[in-house]
């Protein structure tokens, strides 16, 4: 059962599901702010509790919203781009062949016909990243899944404005950022670690807190240069 709140002008969305504890989340990169809360929990319960943790809240989406964003990516010779953590310049060659990237001494080779737009270089780039992580996502998981005793159903990448990452944990099913393509790889091996981690425990409970000590004892490091680094644009 699904609910919205509106506490001192911040959206809450409440999910109440079968669980035992009542729990608070505010979602990089924007501050979203969700609560799960046990099926039993009346809404007004809800609220009391959200409005108790109001400070705690703003104090976290300031963290958040003072972050820093890349600029918005024109798609030009020389600009800045990130593949797993490291930069490169974005060199154009004009070619009459399908197009292709290819990443050589710093570089960002971007291999595409005349006259391409700006938006049709964005699209494309961004499905190359978003390729990076398909590929890199299957050998992750298989990593892990023995590890963890888990056993995901299926996997997608897409654009994720408030989520780096996302558990259906009824279809065992996990969603990646594509942003995450551009963070160092061990950046993506703890989100993708977090997300099977809710297989096991759907909440952010203590037990899950346990369940991430276990498995990545230097997580809580993970998340906070995660959420540190700069924001892809929107």
């Known amino acids: 059962m699904q609910a919205s709140l509106k506490i001192s002008e911040i959206a809450v969305d409440v999910v109440r599901k079968k669980i035992k504890n009542i729990h608070l989340s505010v979602h990089p990169p924007s501050g979203r702010v969700t609560i799960s809360a046990p099926a039993r929990l009346n809404l007004d319960s809800v609220r009391l509790f959200a ?3 109001i400070g705690w ?6 963290k958040l919203t003072s972050q820093k964003r890349e600029s918005p990516r024109e798609y030009l010779n020389r600009e800045s781009h990130y593949v797993w953590g490291e930069r490169y310049l974005l060199k154009i060659i004009l070619h009459e062949a399908p197009p292709s990237i290819e990443l050589s001494h710093r570089k960002m080779i971007l291999r595409i016909r005349e006259g391409w737009s700006q938006n049709q270089k964005k699209e494309f780039i961004e499905s190359w990243y978003r390729q990076q992580i398909k ?3 299957p050998m992750i998981i298989k990593k892990w899944e023995p590890r963890m005793n888990v056993k995901v159903n299926r996997f997608f990448v897409q654009k994720m404005k408030t989520q780096w990452g996302s558990c259906n944990s009824t279809s ?3 969603r990646l950022n594509t942003e995450l393509a551009k963070k160092p790889r061990e950046l993506l091996e703890y989100v993708i670690v977090h997300e099977m981690a809710h297989l096991l425990e759907p909440s952010h409970s203590p037990r899950f807190i346990a369940l991430m000590d276990r498995f990545i ?5 993970y998340r906070a240069e995660l ?3 700069p924001l892809g644009s929107y």
Request: net charge positive; hydrophobic share 25%.
């Open 172 to 174: 065992q099913n996990i």
């Open 217 to 221: 004892s230097q997580w809580r490091s």
């Open 135 to 137: 590929e890199t996502l």
């Open 51 to 53: 409005i108790s943790k």
């Open 57 to 62: 809240i703003r104090q976290q989406q300031k």
């Open 227 to 229: 959420n540190q680094l």
